[in-house]
């Protein structure tokens, strides 16, 4: 078998693909974006369920109501995260 001096070059496409799956969603870049309560479980990793207990019990981030809708500004998440941080012992 002889040796391709020349081996196949990924596509553009397969390249785009592989930078869009790596880099943060678009929605999530900037601190006052609107991000869905599907997004926000994805980013907080737990399920929507928990996020809606959450809202419930009044101990998850800050969330805006537009309509009918949840939605969460980044901001209020990242703060809510910090105000979550636990000293070490």
Not at 7 to 27: D, G, I
Not at 52 to 79: L, N, Q
Request: hydrophobic letters at 35%; one cysteine or more.
């Amino acid at each position: 078998m002889a040796h391709d001096p020349h081996p196949p070059q990924p596509s553009h496409q397969a390249s785009q693909q592989s930078q869009l799956s790596t880099a943060e969603p678009h929605h999530l870049a900037t601190a006052d974006a609107l991000i869905d309560p599907r997004a926000t479980a994805a980013y907080l990793g737990v399920s929507i369920m928990t996020l809606a207990d959450f809202r419930t019990k009044r101990v998850g981030p800050d969330y805006i109501k537009v309509g009918r809708c949840v939605r969460y500004r980044r901001s209020d998440i990242e703060a809510w995260l910090v105000s979550r941080t636990k000293q070490g012992g």
